[in-house]
């Protein structure tokens, strides 16, 4: 077999896929250690629900659940806490937008029968699509555990449902192979431009050796905090660093303090250098950074033809007290003119009553 060693030349400026992290709105997993006097602690479902809602009404392709979300804080007495993200992502899911949902799940703890039984039940109603994030897999336990996933998933009553997008994470030599043969999504945490396109290279090297004719796509982790200068967001990330201590979530990642239009030249320069396909944003506070995102960044990057296009959901109308009065009235005159040849059947009385008022 003849494998080509370069991608087809394309005259398109680079486009960029932009998902947002928010394992930061469950339970943090750190707090469980403090205390076993301290009360349950328990994951907002409504405010995380909003947040997703927000972001993909803003134009962010999917909303990621890490393998570290919580729903609850009581995990020494919980064997199943693995399954938080999923169950997040299943119960949440009536409430999203036209875009996906990605739950992360280590595959020495899943169970796949039961993870493909949620991801059955997610909501599609509003477009809404499942990925998953597999992590802790080589090459052999990869394969089996999507291949369970599929299974799983025809077994299931909801059995149309199609296979969830697979993301994985890649951060070495020995995880190239692996991602250019199963991942349709890949995740890389790295600072240095120059090995992050490197990475990329060779996982598209890899799909292409793989027989693969879709483009995988590679995304950055970046950490924003975003501020009205650079000096306040820079001050305010030392602040966010302390909070966290070392074992933060976001440690690794490509970071980007400063203005919307820093955080956008900083994308730019990343896409356009062919080191990224994509970028996964960390906030570094909510809601501050995520208002920064989806207001300031996301509407930047695509004044400057720098993400993916693809349709915006528009908010429902909200009407005012006598607009909504005004409608209802409308409503319930076309169904009594709809229903009065039936009525004047029955009741000639209570329709001449019924029209005049």
């Known amino acids: 077999m003849t494998v080509s060693l370069l991608p087809s030349r394309t005259s398109d400026s680079p486009r960029a896929t932009i998902g947002l992290d928010l394992t930061g709105l469950g ?6 250690g403090l205390s076993a006097d301290l009360p349950v602690e328990k994951c907002d479902l409504a405010r995380l629900a909003s947040y997703t809602r927000a972001a993909h009404q803003s134009g962010v392709a999917f909303v990621a659940l890490g393998e570290d979300f919580r729903l609850r804080s009581d995990r020494a007495v919980r064997r199943d806490d693995w399954l ?23 595959v020495g703890r899943a169970d796949l029968g039961v993870v493909a039984g949620e991801l059955a039940q997610v909501s599609r109603e509003n477009g809404t699509w499942t990925g998953l994030q597999i992590g802790g ?11 369970g996933v599929s299974r799983s998933l025809t077994s299931t009553r909801a059995s149309r449902a199609p296979r969830p997008r697979v993301v994985v994470s890649v951060s070495a030599e020995q995880d190239v192979v692996l991602a250019g043969e199963h991942a349709d999504v890949v995740r890389i945490r ?18 292409r050796a793989a027989g693969r004719e879709d483009d995988v796509r590679v995304l ?18 030392g602040l966010i660093a302390d909070i966290d ?21 900083v994308v730019e320069t990343w896409l356009r250098a062919g080191a990224a396909d994509g970028f996964v944003v960390l906030p570094g506070s909510l809601p501050a950074d995520v208002a920064a995102l989806l207001k300031g960044v996301v509407p930047e990057l695509r004044s400057r033809g720098l993400v993916e296009e693809r349709s915006v959901a528009t908010r429902p109308t909200v009407r005012r007290p006598a607009e909504a009065a005004r409608a209802l009235g409308e409503r319930r005159a076309r169904t009594l003119g709809a229903a009065a040849p039936t009525v004047a059947r029955r009741r000639p009385d209570r329709l001449a009553t ?4």
């Open 354 to 357: 019924a029209t005049v008022a």
């Open 190 to 207: 790295e600072q240095d431009l120059g090995w992050a396109r490197e990475l990329r290279y060779a996982v598209r090297a890899a799909a």
């Open 27 to 32: 339970v943090s997993t750190s707090a469980t």
């Open 137 to 147: 897999a080589s090459g052999d336990s990869l394969a089996r555990s999507l291949s």
């Open 84 to 106: 938080d993200p999923v169950v997040a992502a299943r119960r949440i899911s009536p409430h999203a937008g036209a875009a996906g949902l990605v739950p992360g799940v280590q």
């Open 220 to 237: 950055v982790d970046l950490h924003t905090v975003v501020s009205n200068d650079r000096a306040s967001a820079t001050a305010r990330a």
């Open 245 to 265: 201590g070392e074992s933060a979530p976001w440690a690794g990642a490509l970071q980007a303090y400063g203005t919307v239009g820093d955080i956008v030249e």
